[in-house]
T-cell receptor, first 112, second 118 residues
Framework: GNSVTQMEGPVTLSEEAFLTINCTYTATGYPSLFWYVQYPGEGLQLLLKATKADDKGSNKGFEATYRKETTSFHLEKGSVQVSDSAVYFCALSPSGTYKYIFGTGTRLKVLA | DVKVTQSSRYLVKRTGEKVFLECVQDMDHENMFWYRQDPGLGLRLIYFSYDVKMKEKGDIPEGYSVSREKKERFSLILESASTNQTSMYLC?????????????????FGPGTRLTVT
């Protein structure tokens, strides 16, 4: 079946540190891949997406590359800020469906 | 901007009560979803609807029902609330996506309702 596995948190970093949050998936066919972010007290919002192999999604300094050979979609940012503190969810949408499958979320805490 | 609103941010109910959670979206989206969010489990799909009066069970439909009488509104119903339904409930909407289409539509989320059943 389809599933998403992401690294457990919390991840605690100092401001300006490099961030990587790992995400791997299992899916048949060619799913679309997403990263969503949830700030405290809010719903989820789309951070970036990729729809085919080798696509790179990017937004607000965050990047993730769709790697079909390793079934991964790791989230990276070169220099995190305190305002990036949030919970990050990796998700996939199997081709031909409306549904999304979410990972368990990774909490990021950035210290000043 | 797409806006998805949920009727309450916080709700406290007693065991056995019938509970209604309301969700409204203002972008004429065909698809609407109800998830519950629990620590360590991420988001799990309860039900989704792809059109008025149409619904499909998600991964954890037991103990829940839904209603979609109008395109913009999707209600989640707990027929007899239990303590194990204490959770954060998130509503989302998205445009429909044609099969094999190249476009990918994101889901837009409401702020969530934190439900406590005592």
């Amino acid at each position: 079946g389809n599933s998403v596995t992401q690294m457990e948190g919390p991840v605690t970093l100092s401001e300006e540190a490099f961030l990587t949050i790992n995400c791997t998936y299992t899916a048949t066919g060619y799913p679309s891949l997403f990263w969503y972010v949830q700030y405290p007290g809010e719903g989820l919002q789309l951070l970036l997406k990729a729809t085919k192999a080798d696509d790179k999604g990017s937004n607000k300094g965050f990047e993730a590359t769709y790697r079909k050979e390793t079934t991964s979609f790791h989230l990276e940012k070169g220099s995190v800020q305190v305002s990036d503190s949030a919970v990050y969810f990796c998700a996939l949408s199997p081709s031909g469906t409306y549904k999304y499958i979410f990972g368990t979320g990774t909490r990021l805490k950035v210290l000043a | 901007d797409v806006k998805v609103t949920q009727s309450s941010r916080y709700l406290v109910k007693r065991t056995g009560e019938k509970v209604f959670l309301e969700c409204v979206q203002d972008m004429d989206h065909e698809n609407m979803f109800w998830y519950r969010q629990d620590p360590g489990l991420g988001l799990r799909l309860i039900y989704f609807s792809y059109d008025v009066k149409m619904k499909e069970k998600g991964d954890i439909p037991e103990g829940y029902s839904v209603s979609r009488e109008k395109k913009e509104r999707f209600s989640l119903i707990l027929e007899s609330a239990s303590t194990n339904q204490t959770s954060m409930y998130l509503c989302a909407s998205s445009p429909s996506r044609l099969l094999r289409a190249t476009h990918v539509y994101e889901q837009y989320f409401g702020p969530g309702t934190r439900l406590t059943v005592t």
